[in-house]
């Protein structure tokens, strides 16, 4: 069990009103809300860079909510969170995936990929794109660039600004990641 799943300790302590200043400090408090957490200690930690949070809010809103659906872009994100093992972005994102209609089993599924049994099989499951977004996530995540043949068979289903803004979605939640775990951010609701 990593420190982040233990409790709330993290490389960096948890900012509060002077370290995030107003505006970051009523954001943190907002998204604990909406997520119905304590704290949201990825604000409260990166809020702490004030501008730069921002910036980075900013751009993480926007991917999002971009051109790509967002049913696609939860499947990419928890695709990248469980690669990741990142636990943090999966309590968010499991959530929100639901929503937008990825169930428990469609997750597992995801989590699953590409193996599983035969019987239940994902790729009996799973759309073409949503195979085509997988195996991309996949060589992307892991090889650091995405093969020829795959690329085409994400080519099939994405258009020129959806496969930038692909690249550019999975990427940011492996950095979003890396960060995490680096800064040994705890969870919002280590129980739940």
């Known amino acids: 069990m990593s420190a982040a799943q233990a409790g709330p300790a993290g490389r960096i302590p948890s900012g509060r009103l002077r370290q995030l200043g107003p505006i970051n400090w009523v954001v943190a ?5 909406a997520t119905r957490a304590p704290e949201m200690h990825l604000f409260t930690t990166l809020g702490q860079r004030q501008a730069l949070f921002w910036a980075w809010s900013l751009y ?12 696609d872009t939860e499947l990419v994100i928890l695709r990248v969170a469980h690669l990741r093992s990142s636990e943090y972005e ?16 469609m997750q597992a599924t995801i989590f699953a990929w590409p ?3 035969e019987g239940d099989g994902p790729r009996k499951i799973l759309s073409a794109r949503q195979q085509a977004l997988l195996t991309a996530t996949d060589e992307l995540i892991k090889d650091r660039s995405i093969s020829d043949g795959t690329w085409q068979r994400l080519a099939t289903h994405l258009d020129r600004r959806r ?4 690249c550019l979605l999975a990427t940011q939640y492996d950095g979003l ?9 705890p969870l919002d609701n280590p129980h739940g």
């Open 163 to 166: 496969l930038i803004e692909f």
């Open 177 to 185: 990641a890396a960060t995490i775990a680096a800064l040994d951010v």
């Open 60 to 71: 993480g809103g926007r991917l999002l909510r971009g051109r790509l659906p967002r049913v």
């Open 29 to 33: 408090k907002l998204a604990a809300r």
């Open 115 to 117: 193996d599983a049994p």
């Open 90 to 105: 999966l309590q968010h994102h499991r959530r929100m995936a639901r929503q937008y209609g990825l169930d428990a089993h």
